[in-house]
């Protein structure tokens, strides 16, 4: 499209012809000379991606011609001009040269290279790393966004926020500021972040909050993150955690039963850890505590009903009312031996139990369901004396003895040592079946220790119903040490009954340490002195037993 003057000439006009031509020359000539700022055309055509201003001699659908006074127009695409208030005749333009002459003999121009330099050189003359800039999000591209901040800016994925963010295209079309992080001249790239800011803007008001914030205050905060422990909420730009135990009075077995992301909780701030910048806030507390004047509403004694919440193997806790849960501790589920709680009780079921004990502080109430029962334990000397015999179901063997059921709670021991007939029995199962009934004789009664001892009636030598003839003076007793004093040690007897060694009876040699001669936990063999009717307790000796004798006979019931 290059242009030329007209050549209309003939023999008659030539002169004229020739002073239209020269002034054409030179009016070329200036125009080369002093083109914006006096650039020779050969500086010109050696200084391919100098920037030029222009003016815009001719439109057309799709190019505009622009004349930079060069010996041709270039041709630039009107998909270049972002600003279509450029596109007019005469308006002038900054365009980059790319090259002098192509093979056409056209200059080459264009203005989005031009607009990118001037932008790049902005960048280098008003920027640096660590600068804050305004930018529009353009696009997504891989790896993170692109943004316009004069020149194409990077923004990684990971700078766009201080959160995770699961969708960048969100962020297309938006303007921010941004921090930049890194200018490469030679590749001419920027690389941005908009984290570093809203970190440096979440520290700032962490700050300005702890200073001003004071516990329990009334905060609004907005459900941030939810978690097994607890949920995170965004109060003011800092992150605060609402403990689960401090959602509500009555137990929560995971936060997302009451809240979801995005809520608006009002709390109530409960601690601040200024040292590490650590703030714990509570939304029960904006409610009256019910442990309040509990101890007036549940007197211990007190029959109440409540709902099983939660079955461990310790127990099973009961709601009672809302916000207030005891615990009925496995012990105080039946006078039984329980195994299992949930076997007793069903979690959404309703039981009635006894208050056993309360502590407000910790907000513990304590409660039984056996004390509603009759405590079998009770009348125990009266309905089970000495020398009776009973039928009684094996509920369970170990290595020292069978636990037989007299009634439901009320258990009580055959020790290995009355079984067999004088034979050597290496355990009850030889001779017992766990579930078979059989036919007990009471040995010994202990209602305060609980304890009852019984023997076979055809296992063991019952000739009377009397502790003196069972236990007589001179007789060989089993039993374990359980407590070692200054002066002598005391046996649990195998067959019932509480014995003591005194210190002069633990040798025939004399001691001078109870320790010396016995040890806590020792099974052994000792020789009844005397019995003392009222208390029960036998007066043992070791004296004349042999070492031998008192090891073989102690090793027969290891576990006993």
Known sequence: MSRKPENNWDASNALDNVDVLAHEAQKFKELVDGCEGGTSSDELVASSGTVLKGKIVELTKDYVAVDVGLKSEGLISVSEFYDPSELRLGGEIEVLLEQAEDEKGQIVLSRQKARKQRQWEYILRNCSEGSIVKGLVLRRVKGGLMVDIGVEAFLPGSQVDNKRVKELDSYVGKTFEFKI????????????????????????????????????????????????????????????????????????????????????????????????????????????????????????????????????????FMEIEPGI??????????????????????????????????????????????????????????????GSVFQAEIRSLTSYGAFVELEPGLEGLIHISSLGGGKRVSHPSEILKKGAMVECAVLFVDKDSRKITLALKDGADVTSHDLETLYAPGQLVEGVVTKVSSFGAFLDLYKGGEGLIHINELSDRPVGRVEDAIELGERVTAKVLSLDSESKKFNLSLKGLEPSERVLHSSAHQGG
């Open 181 to 316: 992080l890194k200018i490469n001249q030679e590749r001419q790239n920027v690389v941005i972040s908009r984290r570093e800011l809203l970190e440096a803007e979440r520290i700032q008001k962490r700050g300005e909050m702890l200073e001003t914030i004071q516990e329990g205050a009334l905060r609004t905060g907005v459900v941030k993150n939810i978690t097994d422990f607890g949920v995170f909420l965004d109060l003011d730009g800092i992150d605060v955690l609402l403990h689960i135990t401090d959602m509500s009075w009555k137990r929560v077995r995971h936060p997302s039963e009451m809240v979801k992301i995005g809520d608006v909780l009002e709390v109530v701030v409960l601690t601040i850890d200024h040292s590490k910048g650590r703030v714990a806030v509570g939304l029960k507390q904006r409610e009256k505590s019910p442990w309040e004047e509990i101890e007036d509403r549940y007197p211990v004694g007190t029959k109440v009903t409540g709902r099983v919440t939660n079955t461990t193997s310790y127990g099973a």
């Open 325 to 386: 849960e005891g615990l009925v501790h496995v012990s105080e589920m039946s006078w039984s031996a329980v195994a299992d709680p949930s076997k007793i009780v069903s979690r959404g079921e309703f039981r009635d139990a006894v208050v056993l004990s309360i502590n407000k502080e910790e907000g513990k109430i304590s409660l039984s369901m056996k004390q509603l029962e009759r405590n079998p334990w009770e009348n125990v000397e009266t309905n089970y004396p000495v």
